[in-house]
């Protein structure tokens, strides 16, 4: 198959609630192997690899894009095809809590890509994912500096409200831990707004809005939100991805601002 026939296929599942998404993934990823077809065994681990990491199944993303950059190395491929699979890796690590890994890959991809001019779409995606990295070990200022670049990158890049979107988002996630919540759901605000429209409101990303929405409204103590926020992020990823950790997850948040809730009337009562 060719790589444009496999992303038209792939773009038609997405849009299916409850497709099986990740076995056709598998699918083609085996039969891009067993024919040598290194574009496509790329493409295939790239995109199975991303949808591993927001499952939460994050060993079986590592083992999955290692094994691609051994076969880069391998084929001798192009230096920022390399960089790209580390910027995937990278965001594995992310999600996993291995920040310091994280920034050392991203670290390592930037080095081999070329003129930021030339990449600033990948550049962009590697400063927003690297100030998730930064936040997670509370270094706030590098975190902001990152998405600042971030945005910066994204003005040479066209049609990339998605993109900008991800960046609020984590510009978000960012002042909520700074405690700013204020501040934080302004800058949600138009990105859950963006997202309602992205990709017919089936954004990989959206659920990840949400999610940060919920906690937004839990710390302000607006439990009923939080616990509607949490839930729709669940069931956009069971549909997309279906039942998986994150689900998980985002289920028990949910239940737990459902008891929130209902403590906070008996306390009224």
Not at 13 to 25: K, M, Q, R, T
Not at 134 to 146: D, M
Not at 168 to 190: H, M, R
Request: with cysteine.
């Amino acid at each position: 198959m060719e790589t444009i026939h496999f992303y038209q296929e792939l773009d038609r599942l997405f849009s299916e609630p409850g497709a099986d998404v990740i076995g056709y993934l598998q699918n083609q990823l085996h039969l891009a192997q067993l024919e040598g077809n290194t574009a496509m065994v790329i493409a295939a681990a790239n995109e199975l690899g991303s949808l591993f990491r927001v499952r939460g199944e994050f060993t079986e993303a590592e083992h999955l894009y290692k094994k691609t950059l051994l076969l880069l190395e391998r084929e001798d491929a192009d230096a920022l095809v390399y960089a790209r699979v580390l910027i995937n890796l990278g965001d594995v690590y992310v999600a996993w809590g291995k920040y310091k890994r994280a920034i050392q890959v991203f670290d390592k991809a930037e080095k081999l890509m070329g003129d930021e001019q030339d990449n600033s779409f990948e550049l962009s995606a590697l400063c927003n994912n690297r100030s998730s990295a930064y936040r997670g070990l509370r270094q706030f200022t590098q975190a902001k500096q990152e998405l600042k670049r971030a945005a910066q990158l994204l003005e040479n890049v066209p049609s990339s409200e998605d993109k900008r979107a991800v960046n609020a988002i984590n510009l978000a996630q960012s002042l909520v831990d700074e405690g700013c919540l204020v501040e934080a759901g302004k800058v949600l605000a138009p990105a859950l707004i963006a997202f309602e429209t992205l990709h017919h409101g089936r954004d990989i990303h959206r659920p990840y809005a949400l999610a940060v929405a919920g906690q937004i409204a839990y710390l302000q103590g607006r439990y009923r939100h939080a616990r509607a926020c949490y839930q729709w992020a669940a069931q956009l990823t069971r549909e997309k991805l279906g039942v998986s950790p994150t689900v998980e997850a985002l289920m028990r948040e949910a239940q737990r601002m459902e008891k929130l809730e209902r403590t906070y009337r008996w306390q009224e009562l």
